[in-house]
């Protein structure tokens, strides 16, 4: 069954700080994977996206990893500020361009000022 | 870029009734419709994708004839929910997948419908 874990659930920090949230799945074979944010009662927005073949994609102070051959991405949030505060959701394709999103559960960040 | 909309963004319904939501694509055309539903700690679970002008293909679990969607025109399509019981309260969410342009298999999300059934 193909699964994605999200570790930890909930993680609260001090603002500046860099943090890293971990992401697992238990099929390497993906098409790729895509990190959101969901702000409380929202929609999700994208925040970045791995292909397969990708090792990394950085967008502002965020990078995100991808080791297949493990089943594990991470997302690294630098000098985090209170408005990083959310849910983030880590999503792995499957099946081609065509294939289906699944979710993790999250992980719930909150920024202390 | 491509904008998602829901409509409408909460509702509350008295149990036995049937509450309509709908997604729209604002700006492109979405040959494919997915619908999503969430509860409070969890994951997003896929319901149904939906293909403009054929049914939806449903996952494991989910009713078709409880929740009924509509793909009718590349950029609308309905869900509804149909003798809605206080279980069926939820977070829908519903996302689009692009057609013509560059990145053919990305998804845009709406910003999801809050249902609470009484």
């Known amino acids: 069954k193909q699964e994605v874990t999200q570790i930890p659930a909930a993680l609260s920090v001090p603002e500046g700080e860099n943090l890293v949230l971990n992401c697992s799945f238990t099929?390497?074979?993906?098409?790729?994977l895509q990190w959101f944010r969901q702000d409380p009662g929202k929609g999700l927005t994208s925040l970045l996206l791995i292909q397969s073949s990708q090792r990394e994609q950085t967008s502002g102070r965020l990078n995100a990893s991808l080791d297949k051959s493990s089943g594990r991405s991470t997302l690294y949030i630098a000098a985090s500020q209170p408005g990083d505060s959310a849910t983030y959701l880590c999503?792995?394709?499957?099946?081609?361009?065509?294939?289906?999103?699944?979710f993790g559960k999250g992980t719930k960040l909150s920024v202390k000022p | 870029g491509a904008v998602v909309s829901q409509h409408p963004s909460w509702v509350i319904c008295k149990s036995g009734t049937s509450v309509k939501i709908e997604c729209r694509s604002l700006d492109f055309q979405a040959t494919t419709m997915f619908w999503y539903r969430q509860f409070p700690k969890q994951s997003l679970m896929l319901m149904a994708t939906?293909?403009?002008?054929?049914?939806?293909?449903?996952e494991q679990g989910v009713e078709k004839d409880k929740f009924l969607i509509n793909h009718a025109s590349l950029t609308l399509s309905t869900l509804t929910v149909t003798s809605a019981h206080p279980e069926d309260s939820s977070f829908y969410i519903c996302s689009a997948r692009a057609s013509g342009l560059v990145h053919t298999d990305t998804q845009y999300f709406g910003p999801g419908t809050r249902l609470t059934v009484l």
């Open positions: 939906s293909n403009e002008g054929s049914k939806a293909t449903y």
């Open positions: 999503a792995v394709k499957y099946g081609g361009s065509q294939g289906n999103l699944i």
């Open positions: 099929d390497s074979a993906i098409y790729n």
